[in-house]
């Protein structure tokens, strides 16, 4: 036992007599005991009394070999410090070396305080991310039921308006014809817009299911070129397609509805007598798809903004006509395909909607 | 009309989750302050004092023990001669009353129907509780005694303390 006194820096205690304890020299200030049984140590240390209750059994056994407690703080005189006790057997002796380590437990402190603010972050990170959601899905929730209320009640209007205008109810003056497509111009705009609304409620609650398939992306240019036709013919725009002989394997009456919109907005923006072109190309990677107009374009500072959903008013010169919340629904369907869409200038001067998706797998989507 | 008693010596634990105020309460009932850093405990931390309760001088020894982690579950040895425990748990963290009364059943399992009193802590931050009356109802029929506590406004925390103290007669 002799050969660890001089090696160690703190207060060792060995038993002079069996039940007589004395600190072994020198005795640092923060002891401050002279000696005695151990359970009056204990008084100063309430930790000691616990350890004992351990070590006594330790010593008892008369095998060489230490036993440690754990780390303590607590005041000596007006300062706090950091303790750890040894109970040690050797030699036939017993000793109890009572340790100051403060730097050593800071130490340790410092580690487990890393562990457990990255653990409290994470955790305020999660929840806060949780709450979002779910606001997120009320709101879109409330959209949904909300335009669904809204729609019922329109549906008559139109419905009633209808019957007007086709004369069931009697002959209309001149002035009355003129009221009544007055009311159905402006329900008809209103539930295309709830049905946009509804529409993107929809996806935004996550209640979009893609169907895929392997169509010619040719005949769905077809169908929508079939619907805006007389649109188009209105005005003397004129639509050309250009490439779209291609297969492609996505959620074929999602890309009819992503197509509607675009080439829709195109003829709407496109000036009288102006152009519109489709044009469409596949790689092995990606394929991609574009529809260009001659009208005014989007500047370059909008173009973020107008994909945005709460961004309905116009960004063209012409006022009463807006992208409405197409554009938002586009976006999210071409994102759902897992593709992305931007806006360039066109080479016949006005705007240009590129999406480009990534071939999907076909085995699964 | 009062009789002397000698004072009575007390050792009481403080035990829970990590991170739910232990340090805090402690520092609140002893010294009156809060602070909003975290700084965690390893091992124990031991203070003593003094309180009347019913006329009756108890010294208490309180040793606030390192917060139970996923990592390192409390050690049920330092309650050896305890007369009591302030469980406390943070009402913003559901997850601490679990902990909490998985401590309370390991704690019976060792060292016997120890007296305790559960201080549902931070609850100065109301619009973040997560720990719903249901429980508190469920866990109070159970026997428990709950005190809703802050150790940054103060709310109950020498009520908890002194509740404690008064379960130790
Ligand atoms: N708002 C609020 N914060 C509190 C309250 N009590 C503690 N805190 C904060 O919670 C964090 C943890 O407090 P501590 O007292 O260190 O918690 P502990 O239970 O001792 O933690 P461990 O020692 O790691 O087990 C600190 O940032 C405190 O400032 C309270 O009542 N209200
Ligand atoms: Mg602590």
Redesign the interface.
Known sequence: MDWILPILDLAVIEPVTPGLWKPSPPVPDWLGWAGGDLQSLGNEFPMLETFLLDAMPFWDRGQRGRLRSAIWKQKVGPAEAAFRADAIFGDGKRALLLQRIDEEAEEMRRAYQGARDLALTTRKFDKQRAQAELIGRRKDDFLASMSHELRTPLNSVVGFATLLEQQRGGELTGKQQSFVSNILTASRHLLALINEVLDLARIDAGRLDLCFETFKFGDCVAEVLAILGPQAAGRHVAIDAAGVDIEIFADRLRWKQILLNLVGNAVKFAPEQGSVLVEASSGDAVYEVAVSDDGPGIPPQKREAIFDRFSIASVHGAPQESHGLGLAITKRLVEAHGGLIRIETASMGGARFVVTVPCADRKSP | MSETRPPLQK?ICLAGA??AGKTSLVRRFLQGVFDER???????????YSLLVDERQIDL?I?DL??E????PL?I??L??ASGYLLVADAT?KETLETAESIVGRIAGTEGALPFVLALNKVDLAGECEVSREDLDRLETAGWRILRTSAKSGEGVTEAFEDLARRLL
């Open positions: 050792k990590f991170g975290y700084l965690t405990t390893v091992g124990v931390k031991i203070d003593k020894v040793w390192a917060g982690d996923f990592l390192a050690q040895s330092y050896r001669g963290r």
